[in-house]
């Protein structure tokens, strides 16, 4: 059974930055596709981005990350981090990484994940 844990979450000022990553027990990570979601405080869950176990990242439509998040993994290290600069006070919220089954492609619909974290707190305020 894998079991996701997200680190790195805190309290940072605006414009600057925050790495978060997702590792596991249980089992590995180089077999499965990860991707990072958040909740803001009164929306709906929402995808970032998803890397597939190859590599190859999904970005999902919205604009208001693009380009100041990033996502990457490192097998060896058994984690998929999530770097995220020039944060901004509406980039507040819990952010989660999600995985899907083994050897399933990336998906932008949180329902086809079926593995969670329990989520980290990033918090962007002067």
């Known amino acids: 059974q894998l079991q996701l844990v997200e680190s790195g979450g805190g309290l940072v000022q605006p414009g600057g930055s925050l790495r978060l990553s997702c590792t596991s027990s249980?089992?590995?990570?180089?077999?499965?596709?990860i991707a990072w979601f958040r909740r803001l405080p009164g929306k709906e869950l929402e995808g970032i981005s998803c890397?597939?176990?190859?590599?190859?990242?999904?970005?999902y439509p919205d604009d208001s990350v693009k380009g100041r998040f990033t996502v990457t993994r490192d097998n060896a290290k058994n984690t998929v981090d999530l770097q995220m600069n020039s944060l901004k006070p509406e980039d507040t919220g819990v952010y989660f990484c999600?995985?899907?089954?083994?050897?399933?492609?990336?998906?932008?619909?949180?329902?086809?994940?079926?593995?969670w974290g329990q989520g980290t707190q990033a918090t962007v305020s002067s």
């Open positions: 999600a995985a899907r089954r083994p050897n399933y492609l990336c998906s932008r619909w949180p329902n086809d994940y079926a593995y």
């Open positions: 249980g089992s590995t990570l180089d077999e499965v596709a």
């Open positions: 890397i597939t176990k190859r590599g190859v990242v999904n970005h």
